[in-house]
């Protein structure tokens, strides 16, 4: 075993990592010796001559025990050709091998934790204080998860191939956001960097949910383990934007896009966050039978409409608008300057405020400059709490958000969910909320009419508050909903037939 590891240490570690693979499998290993190299030699061929002849998922695990990672599809592959031609003593040299080059990409040294029942993976939102759409669901839904049933949470190692234990500080960031999370790194869009050693996480017969879209540098692990370890990997679907919309956001998110696509394909379930990304999911789903595959079972999951508890913000004699929404093209803001400079000039009094983060400098950004310049009083506002958003959208007349392509439309939800009326696009997803009551809708392509329908909410009471009415008589739909429903759809654990011989 001296090939695997470059000290003591490592091949203990190794050895224990066998040992856990052994135990889950119900392999019949000798007593360890106490020196790591006698005991690791033991241990590996007892599971050598085990998946020599046992079916698909106990070979993924002892690759993922052997080389300290999830072994990718292409590793996978190549282990199970030469088990089907080697004999089990060539078989295991092959594996030595393969497992140290794999080894030493990775974490060596690391830990390894074998779990069962339902893993979800939190990465970005576990890692980071940024708290825009994606880690909002996230954040909603995990602590009810934790709280009603067993999860074990997860983030994955830098180089993506191995799901990692969570740190304190990270786990805060999940379930108790609001709390003490703002504090964890000084500021609300900063990281905190990954242990250093590790405890890897491998699951066995689980269900994994991706509750964020993956790294591109987790995908092939995450196919490897869809394929062919006997877990069963369900996702949200939030939206299908770089492949339907790349020319609206940044150019290298679409290649990154279709890394995430070969997650899809292998997954067992995608949760639709509305009914038009639900169509969009469906529609990559069927296109799946040109490579004979059958895809996942897309469903519709649609997000909650729900604001906090809290009574009417006092509004200002000056009417303020406000507009949510990370600053890129797709959101479309430069479309609402425009509509508001035209209705400035044309003497109307009233205020706006963008709120959001993340993005990139874009043409917007010099309209808004020059209109500062010129005094007209429109804000940009950054890495705002929970309570200045609600605070904002329920003290605006009224919302705009004409983003140009959406998988829901967070900002026009909660905007209805406090009562206040919004002015959103007119089709996908922002006009399925819409629908509810409570909102008007427009082309987000004509500037004009955009500043019609602003002039109209901004000029008439009696259509503000006939808007207003029809918000808050929306049914509910809570984030306790959701959850219960998200759950209920991704969580089931994977049906296994015995594994004793090769399928």
């Known amino acids: 075993m001296s090939g695997t590891a470059v000290d003591e240490h490592g091949v203990g570690v190794l050895g224990r990592r066998l040992r856990a693979a052994a135990d889950v499998l119900g392999l019949d290993v000798p007593a360890a ?20 002849r046992s079916a698909t998922p106990d070979l993924w695990l002892v690759l993922a025990a052997l080389t300290g990672s999830l072994p990718g599809h292409d590793l996978v592959v190549a282990a199970l050709r030469q088990r089907d031609l080697q004999s089990a003593g060539n078989f295991a040299a092959w594996l030595l091998e393969a497992g140290h080059r794999e080894a030493l990409a ?41 709280a009603a049933h067993d999860v074990v949470l997860t983030a994955w190692t830098p180089g993506g191939g191995a799901m990692r234990a969570l740190q304190g500080h990270e786990a805060d960031r999940v379930l108790r956001w609001g709390q003490v999370a703002p504090a964890v790194s000084g500021g609300r869009n900063t990281s905190t960097p990954p242990p250093s050693t590790p405890t890897l996480v491998v699951p066995w017969r689980s269900s994994v949910v991706l509750l964020e879209n993956p790294r591109p540098e987790c995908c092939a692990a995450i196919v490897g383990m869809s394929r062919f ?3 069963a990997v369900s996702l949200i679907g939030y939206d299908c934007i770089p492949a339907l919309s790349p020319e609206l956001i940044h150019p290298g998110l679409p290649d990154r896009f279709m890394r995430y696509l070969e997650v899809v394909k292998h997954a067992r379930t995608v949760a639709g966050i509305s009914a038009a990304a639900t169509q969009e999911f469906r529609g990559f789903r069927d296109m799946l039978g040109a490579q004979g595959l059958t895809g996942p079972d897309v469903v519709e999951c649609v997000l909650p409409v729900a604001a906090p508890p809290g009574g009417d913000a006092a509004r200002s004699e000056i009417p303020m608008v406000v507009c949510v929404g990370s600053f890129e093209p797709r959101k479309n803001q430069l479309a609402v300057l425009h509509a508001a400079e035209h209705l400035w000039r044309s003497g109307l009094v009233f205020e706006l405020q963008f709120i959001g983060g993340g993005g990139w400098p874009t043409e917007f950004d010099l309209m808004m400059r020059r209109l ?67 909102a008007l809708v427009v082309d987000p392509r004509d500037d004009l009419a955009i500043a ?47 594994t004793g011989a090769r399928p």
């Open 33 to 52: 010796e106490g020196v790591p190299e006698i005991d690791a030699s033991i241990v590996f061929g007892v599971v050598v001559e085990h998946v020599h």
């Open 106 to 146: 990775g974490h060596p040294d690391a830990e390894m934790e074998i779990v069962t029942g339902v893993v979800v993976d939190v990465d970005f939102s576990a890692s980071h204080d940024l708290h825009t759409g994606i880690q909002r669901v996230v954040r909603e839904t995990v602590p009810r998860w934790d």
């Open 229 to 231: 370890s006997g877990n």
């Open 372 to 438: 500062l310049a010129e005094g007209r009083p429109v804000r940009r506002r950054t890495a705002v709490s929970e309570e200045e958003l609600w605070s904002a959208l329920r003290g605006a007349r009224f919302s705009v958000f004409v983003s140009l392509h959406e998988g829901f439309g967070l900002p026009v939800a909660e905007s209805l969910a406090c009562g206040t009326p919004c002015l959103t696009s007119d089709f996908g997803s922002t006009r399925e909320i819409a629908d509810g009551g409570g």
């Open 452 to 498: 019609e329908q602003m002039r109209r909410l901004l000029t008439d009471d009696d259509l503000v508050e006939q808007l207003t009415l029809a918000a808050r008589r929306r049914p509910p739909r809570g984030w306790d909903d959701y959850a219960e429903q998200l759950w209920s759809l991704t969580s089931p654990l994977p049906i296994h037939e015995s």
